[in-house]
């Protein structure tokens, strides 16, 4: 196998970030949502999860270590969602994603031949989207970090054109992420904050992007889909018949959208090989790239394991494998 294996999934853990935020206006608030959305005895579960991870989230060397246990040549590492903080004022908010993309970069610099970042951009404050996604390329950062969604906007978003039309024009990879999800207490039980939420805001995210014409507007962007792009691919026939059938549904994109899963990205973590080769079919074996969640316990501890389960064809198994992403991070 002469194509490195790229995971491009894998997440930093970053206290500066913590830190800076600790004890500003907001921050309760913010707290009690997370409380409201998640429930007591899931945050008490993430708590020691994440307590346990620590070494691998934040010591470089015991990633690569780990790194190397998974066979994986390289990781795309993106900070932890929990660090989007959406709640912040104008000025915090610059300092988060500037300390943010500068610790990430910090965190990769041991073995940038083996770690390449991601940063952070303010969805909250539109304005600032531009000078973050550029002070992450500074870095030398691939790309940037967002979530499905800021209060109060979606990604489908007029404000958020600029930031799309640089994004495109950089080559800058846009990882799509969701941290949190709006039908809140209906998921507070059971880990459904994420079992349900996370595959419905990647499906929400994904769908305001096609059906607003944010990719026919800017067809270079790479737009890479965190869990397999939630609930979208496997059941895009009812957005193609929408799109048919309605003239509400039809009026803001140019084409069929099952066609736009062929413009996207997808990670590999969908935890099914059946629903692993079914969004190869639906989005093609150039567009999916292996993912693992590292090393969060939703993710998979053994990437090529779960790949190996699929049952590919051999030229298919290694796109995902790490020849779709070398492709990918070539471009920046």
């Not at 853990?13 to 913010?30: I, N, Y």
């Not at 992007?209 to 496997?234: C, E, K, M, N, Q």
Request: charged share 20%; aromatic share 6%; proline share 8%.
């Amino acid at each position: 196998m002469t194509t490195p294996t790229v995971d491009v999934h894998a997440h930093v853990l970053l206290p500066e970030v913590e830190a800076l935020v600790a004890g500003l206006p907001g921050q309760d608030a913010a707290r009690a949502l997370d409380v409201r959305r998640n429930g007591p005895e899931a945050l008490a579960v993430n708590g020691a999860m994440v307590r346990e991870r620590i070494p691998r989230l934040t010591d470089p060397a015991v990633r690569l270590a780990a790194m190397d246990a998974q066979g994986v040549d390289v990781q795309l590492v993106s900070p932890s969602p929990s660090h989007y903080h959406y709640w912040t004022d104008a000025e915090t908010a610059e300092k988060v994603y500037r300390l943010a993309n500068e610790a990430t970069a910090a965190h990769c610099s041991p073995a940038p031949d083996r770690l390449r970042g991601l940063g952070l951009v303010p969805l909250h404050h539109p304005e600032q989207l531009v000078r973050a996604l550029d002070h992450a390329l500074e870095l030398g950062l691939t790309g940037v970090e967002i979530s499905s969604h800021a209060p109060g906007r979606e990604l489908s978003d007029p404000a958020y054109e600029p930031f799309w039309a640089r994004a495109a024009q950089t080559g800058a990879i846009v990882f799509l992420h969701p941290f949190g999800c709006t039908l809140d207490e209906r998921l507070d039980r059971w880990y459904l904050s994420n079992i349900v939420g996370q595959p419905t805001e990647n499906a929400v995210a994904l769908s305001h992007l096609i059906f607003s014409g944010v990719l026919d507007r800017h067809p270079g962007l790479i737009v890479l889909a965190a869990h397999g792009g939630g609930y979208l691919p496997t059941h895009i026939g009812r957005s193609d018949h929408a799109w048919s059938a309605r003239s509400d549904a039809g009026a803001g994109c140019a084409h069929l959208p099952s066609s736009y899963l062929r413009r996207l990205y997808f990670d590999s973590l969908v935890h099914d090989p059946h629903v692993l080769r079914e969004l190869i079919r639906a989005a093609g074996p150039d567009r999916v790239l292996l993912g693992s969640d590292f090393p969060f316990d939703m993710g998979t501890d053994d990437p090529l394991g779960a790949l190996r389960a699929a049952r590919l064809p051999d030229a298919d198994f290694h796109a995902v494998r790490g020849g779709n992403a070398a492709a990918l991070l070539r471009k920046d």
